[in-house]
Each structure stands twice: as structure tokens, then as C-alpha cells.
């Protein structure tokens, strides 16, 4: 069984380093995907409903993001297509992937997008993922009048005044509250602190409601920020909490930065809890000791106690050789709500598609239900976890209120 992605880095990857084993299994992604061609050819005379993937390929993101990504666009599509593919104005049509794997600068995911546009004629375009390329690609896909699918944006720019573009993920606000919420009423903690980056806007979002909504509570939040840059600068703004003694540290941040303030603990032997949010890779964090009885928010985690989860992890599982992570499996979905509309609208149109993804009823996804309800943002539950023996476990669902 080939294997694609790694269970996990050891105990602190390097960012931008891969183990040898993941570039040998990604040679063949990487060589379909370079230029955006198709993973899922369809014969000349079958129609095709051409979807575009727009997949993050560098450095510790192509194995948390990137891989995942593809390789559940692929599994959806594949699916969909066993039994001759999707009814679409009475005509079954074969749904072909057209990928286009992207470095993270923003200029880079904006080219990649307008060619999936303009060279390859892609009807709709899932991704891309992290917030800070979707809303410029939300902008190109407005303009072109096609819907595109966000599976794990979580900023409300993404899809704010904009007709075409929708995401399957929560929003940052929503994972702020409910962590708050957790961390006051549940946790019983009285003062926490938070450390965000003043160059991402998720890390913003999520770092601004939690400390609205724990201060509304009764407790107390000590805050700090600090401008991008390398890692003394993380190290730097997490040793400014540690004289305020705070119960927890929430750390709003991405996995390379969370590592660096990991690896300060160890090195300074420091005893202090964390609260962590999704930009976290939890399949490298949680192997690492000082992340223990961390705890965190998800869009999905594959040991949720769900029977169509559960049967998702299994196929992928044999497919891939280890569990999904909430890349693959809201992935997943935006393929399958795509489909679900085509089916409706009978067309291609992206007008029509638009009109057809607001309509749906509620999704049975594998991530749980979709319901757009006539918004271009689902109700979507909050997963929470606590990282224990070096894995993520299952806490509970909340809904956001």
C-alpha cells in the first residue's frame, strides 16, 4: 500500500524539511500537478464537469495541507465516477480534478488560480485553504462569475460581499467563542493569555473574540502580539506572558511558529498549559511532550464518533495508509456539494451552480452537516480535543451560539 504524507515529523520538524519518505511518495502528485493537469482524465466522448484544486505545496503545509487536499479531491471524484459519474441536464458527466499545486506567496496561489480559470476552463474551484489566499482568490473566481469552495478558510473576508464564493469551515469568531466559552465554564480557568501574529488576520479574528467573550465571562486575559518575522520573535512575545502567571496560553498560530514556542518550553523547562485553534497540525503536534493536555478546536477530526466519518476514515485509511486529517475530509465535501449541485442546477453555468449550492438542503458530509440555508457560510459545530498520549482526543461538538 503506497503511503502519502507522514503520521508524523518526529519531535520538531524543520520547516520547509520533509522526510525522504514523503518526497519519494510525492513524486508522482507532484509531477501531475506542477502545471495543473488532470488526475482523473475522462474518455473524449463523456462530458466532464472539470473541477480546479488549488492545493498548498511547501514546506510543512504540503504534507498538512497539500497532500490531503489532492489526494480527498481525488478520492471524492473517483467515487462519484464508479457508477458512470453525475446526472447533469440528464446526461451523466465524469468529474475531472484539474490541480494546480501552489508555493505559499500569494502572487503564486493568484497565477495558479487565473490558469485553472482562463487556460483550463475549470466550472467551479475548491480551495484554496488558508485564509490569506482565499480571499485574493475569492476576488479573481467573483470576477469570472465562478463558484468556488473554500473548504478550511475560516476569515470572514473569504466570503464577505461576494455572490460566488462560499466555504465549508467555521469562521474564526465562532472557534474563538466556543474555545472561551470551554476554557471559562468547563476548564474552570480564571486568566489566560493569549499571543497572536499582527501579520495574520486569522490569528487576529480568533485571538480578539476569545479574549471579548472570556472577559465577558469574568476572567481575566493578558495579551500580546508580535510583527512577522523568525522565530526569536515568537520565542520573544511567549516569554512576555510568562510574569502575568497565566493558567494557559492561547496560541491562535500556525504549526511552524506553535513549534517554536514548543521547543522553548523544552529548552526552558517551562510548566504551562496551552490552548490551541485549527492552523495547528495537531498529526505533527501532538507527538511532541510539551503539547500534552493541550487543548484545541478542529473542523473535523477522523476519531469523531460518527458512522459516515467513521466509513470515510476507513476508505481513506486503505487508501493511504494512515487517518485523514480536517483538510481531507472538508475537502471531501466541497467535492460532493459541487456534485450535489451540478445535479440540481442541470448546468454548468456558474450562475446556476451559485443559485443551485444556496438552495441545497441539508449535506450529510462526511464532516459533518452543510447547510447553506441561503448563506454563503454553513452552521457548522466546533470540534474540541485535548492532546493526551500523544494523541488528539475526542471531547465534544459544539454548536456555536
Do not use: K
Not at 480559470?117 to 469570472?144: C, F, K, W
Not at 473569504?158 to 467555521?170: E, M, N, Q, S, W
Not at 478546536?297 to 458512522?307: A, E, F, G, L, V
Not at 486529517?325 to 475537502?331: F, Q, Y
Amino acid at each position: 500500500m503506497r503511503r502519502v504524507g507522514p503520521s508524523g515529523y518526529g519531535r520538531y520538524p524543520s520547516p520547509g524539511l520533509l522526510g525522504s519518505g514523503v518526497r519519494l511518495t510525492l513524486v508522482l502528485v507532484l509531477a501531475l500537478g506542477a502545471l495543473g493537469c488532470s488526475l482523473e482524465e475522462a474518455p473524449p466522448s463523456q462530458p466532464v464537469f472539470r473541477v480546479g484544486v488549488l492545493a498548498l505545496f511547501e514546506g510543512l503545509q504540503t504534507a498538512g495541507s497539500g497532500v490531503p487536499t489532492l489526494q480527498a479531491a481525488t478520492m471524492a471524484a473517483e467515487e462519484l465516477n464508479a457508477s458512470g459519474g453525475i446526472e447533469i441536464g440528464g446526461v451523466l458527466h465524469r468529474i475531472e480534478i484539474v490541480d494546480h499545486q501552489h508555493p505559499f506567496r500569494v502572487e503564486e496561489v493568484t497565477t495558479a488560480a487565473r490558469s485553472l480559470i482562463n487556460r483550463d476552463s475549470v466550472h467551479a474551484l475548491v480551495g484554496p485553504q488558508y485564509s490569506q489566499h482565499a480571499v485574493p482568490v475569492g476576488a479573481i473566481a467573483e470576477r469570472a462569475g465562478l463558484p468556488m469552495i473554500s473548504p478550511m478558510s475560516s476569515s470572514p473576508a473569504t466570503t464577505a460581499g461576494r455572490d460566488f464564493v462560499f466555504r465549508i469551515a467555521f469562521l474564526d469568531a465562532a472557534q474563538g467563542q466556543v474555545l472561551a466559552r470551554f476554557a471559562r465554564e468547563q476548564l474552570g480557568l480564571e486568566r489566560v493569555a493569549v499571543v497572536r501574529s499582527l501579520t495574520n488576520p486569522y490569528s487576529s479574528d480568533v485571538a480578539e473574540r476569545f479574549s471579548e467573550v472570556f472577559r465577558e465571562l469574568g476572567g481575566q486575559v493578558i495579551e500580546t502580539a508580535f510583527p512577522g518575522g523568525g522565530p526569536d520573535v515568537v520565542r520573544e512575545a511567549f516569554r512576555r506572558v510568562l510574569p502575568s502567571s497565566p493558567q494557559r496560553v492561547l496560541l491562535p498560530l500556525e504549526t511552524n511558529e506553535v513549534t517554536e514556542v514548543l521547543r522553548l518550553i523544552e529548552e526552558e523547562g517551562l510548566q504551562i498549559g496551552l490552548l490551541g485553534t485549527d492552523s495547528w497540525d495537531v498529526a505533527l503536534i501532538q507527538e511532541i511532550p510539551q503539547a500534552q493536555d493541550a487543548y484545541l478546536t478542529h473542523q473535523w477530526m477522523w476519531t469523531i464518533p460518527d458512522p459516515g466519518a467513521a466509513a470515510f476514515v476507513e476508505r481513506y485509511g486503505e487508501a493511504h495508509g494512515e487517518p485523514p486529517r480536517s483538510t481531507a475530509a472538508v475537502t471531501y465535501d466541497a467535492v460532493h456539494v459541487l456534485a450535489r449541485a451540478a445535479t440540481a442546477a442541470g448546468s454548468l453555468d456558474g450562475a446556476a451552480l451559485r443559485e443551485a449550492i444556496l438552495a441545497l438542503p441539508v449535506h450529510d458530509g462526511v464532516s459533518g452537516p452543510i447547510h447553506f440555508d441561503g448563506s454563503n457560510d454553513p452552521d457548522r459545530p466546533v470540534i474540541i480535543s485535548r492532546i493526551d498520549g500523544r494523541q488528539a482526543t475526542f471531547i465534544a461538538a459544539v454548536d456555536v451560539s
